[in-house]
């Protein structure tokens, strides 16, 4: 069944991509994060067949009255096959499109395999989304990953693929080797200078098979805790929020080598990881009202929401409640839903006041404070 995505190309922006997944198919590059078939939840090598067979099921639900906006083939790096190979497998979506069941094809891919030749060519066969795996824009932290490209590469392609009409997705990754929450956040920074349509952010894990597992056992290594990954992930989410760039994912899609911790050694995976990232900035929201919106002698507040937004707002086993009956001595606090309240705003209500406040508003004063950035 295809996936539901937000997308700002699409009627109502309510879109639907069939993923298409060819784990480590063309990539000749060993990051040392990477182990793509504990990653994609695969095993073997996929073949055209095989992928034919993903498509054909992906595609089974779709119709011409409710089409699919985007076929995408992910995994590996799709420009490093040869280009044979990348026309056979784009001309297995050019049936569906003449169909007018799907409009274009997402694919995903490294900086340093995009030139203006292979994008002509992507055009031909009707890709029209464009991700580029970036992970970092420091070569200290490209280096250390083994990634085998510049930042120079990065804003080369990034521009070219934009230059030439196509959606431009990016893709970063935190906690990787010889980063800081700080290289983090200059690498959000240079990706919204590339302006992209969309961005994925992923906390970097110990995946079993990877490179990054034998740094990891010679003491080379510590990755981020789940406290840790969550408070960067947060704040940059922020930063892409500000500029008005939709983040349509944060952490790895929870599989059964995830979930049982057969696929990975350490790191801060959770199967709701984005979950949490919504709840942490709920929390920094709450504590903000608290530190700046309201007088400091009140003890008691009640915090409402859209009930669609109940179960971030409480957290994960309810912790943002618990963190504020702790805070500054212990606030007696309430998170309710009302359906008054409009979907990304809060409304706050005290003994002599009130206020409501949209989520657009909060991020942005949030981030002009000084000092918002703080390593962990």
């Known amino acids: 069944m295809p996936h539901t995505r937000l997308s700002k190309n699409s009627p109502n922006r309510n879109t639907r991509i069939a993923p298409v997944f060819i784990p480590m198919l063309g990539c000749k590059h060993q990051c040392v994060f990477c182990n793509q078939h504990v990653v994609t939840g695969l095993h073997e090598k996929s073949r055209i067949a095989d992928i034919a067979s993903q498509l054909e099921i992906g595609m089974s639900s779709v119709t011409k009255d409710d089409p699919c906006h985007e076929i995408a083939f992910y995994g590996g790096s799709f420009t490093c096959l040869s280009t044979e190979v990348q026309q056979e497998i784009l001309s297995l979506a050019r049936p569906y499109i003449d169909g ?20 002509s060519m992507l055009k031909e066969f009707n890709v029209t989304t464009i991700e580029l795996g970036i992970q970092s824009t420091d070569d200290d932290v490209l280096y250390a990953s083994g990634r085998g490209h510049t930042a120079a590469d990065i804003f080369s392609a990034a521009s070219l693929i934009k230059e030439s009409g196509f959606s431009l997705g990016l893709q970063m990754m935190t906690g990787l080797p010889e980063d800081t929450f700080d290289k ?23 995946l079993k098979g990877s490179p990054l597992e034998g740094l990891l056992d010679k003491g080379r290594y510590v990755p981020l805790t789940i406290e840790e990954a969550v408070e960067r992930v947060s704040v940059l989410k922020m930063l892409f929020e500000n500029n008005d760039i939709p983040v349509i994912r944060t952490g790895l899609q929870a599989n059964e080598e995830l979930d049982t911790g057969s696929g990975y050694r350490e790191g801060p995976y959770h199967p709701a990881f984005g979950e949490l990232v919504e709840s942490r900035i709920y929390l920094k929201w709450f504590l903000y009202i608290l530190d700046h919106k309201i007088p400091k002698a ?65 991020v942005r004063t949030y981030l002009s404070q000084p000092g918002w950035v703080q390593s962990n």
């Open 298 to 362: 009140v003890r008691s507040i009640s915090f409402d929401v859209h009930p669609a937004d109940l179960s971030k707002a409480i957290g994960n086993k309810k912790t943002n409640i618990e963190r504020l009956h702790r805070y500054k001595g212990g606030i007696k606090a309430s998170i309710s839903a009302r359906y008054d309240v409009p979907r990304s705003y809060l409304a706050a209500e005290w003994e002599d006041g009130s206020l409501w406040m949209d989520r657009k508003g909060f």
């Open 100 to 119: 007018k069941l799907a409009f274009g094809i997402r694919i995903s891919t490294r900086p340093d395999y995009i030139s203006k030749d292979i994008l």
């Open 184 to 206: 983090s956040v200059k690498t959000a920074l240079d990706m919204i200078s590339l302006k992209p349509d969309l961005v994925r952010i992923y906390p970097t894990l110990v």
